[in-house]
């Protein structure tokens, strides 16, 4: 899973100044895009789909 996507919210400048995610069909990674070797955070797809509609919702 290498195919990291960035916000379009990241920032003036170089862009980074947000997170990063890469998707898979099971799960969802999330990591720091001014320090991409660091661990990044996983969850399962169904629990960040969760969290992102209640992002909206708010």
Known sequence: MENWRRSSYSGEG????????????TRTVVR????????????QAPAFARFLVGLKES
């Open 32 to 43: 720091d895009s001014k320090a991409p070797a660091r661990a990044p955070l996983t969850f």
């Open 14 to 25: 170089d862009g980074n100044n947000c997170v990063e995610i890469a998707t898979t069909p």
